[in-house]
């Protein structure tokens, strides 16, 4: 796999762009969650929009927040922050 085709965030896995978008996707909740995890893991928080929706890290987060190691406080508070600014509802 050519470097273009890979994202640069999961050098630890064989994957394109393209199948990761497909696994982002994929109809089995867990198996997104991992994968959604993945990205919210390694990618910069600037990147993360790119391939999630906040609609879709809202609706799985409880799946995700597992998947995410010292990541997780990050999105936590980032979450809670939206939340507490009145730019989310409440959880």
Excluded: N
């Excluded at 969650?33 to 609609?55: F, K, N, S």
């Excluded at 990541?71 to 979450?79: E, G, P, T, V």
């Amino acid at each position: 796999m050519t470097a273009p085709d890979r994202p640069y965030f999961l050098w630890d896995v064989d994957v394109s762009d393209a199948e990761l978008r497909a696994r982002l996707r994929h109809p089995d909740p867990g198996i997104r969650a991992q994968w959604q995890g993945c990205v919210l893991r390694e990618a910069r928080c600037d990147e993360v929009w790119g391939y999630l929706t906040l609609d879709e890290v809202l609706r799985d987060w409880p799946r995700i927040e597992r998947h995410l190691g010292r990541r997780r406080a990050f999105w936590q508070w980032l979450l809670d922050g939206w939340r507490k600014d009145g730019l989310l509802p409440a959880a």
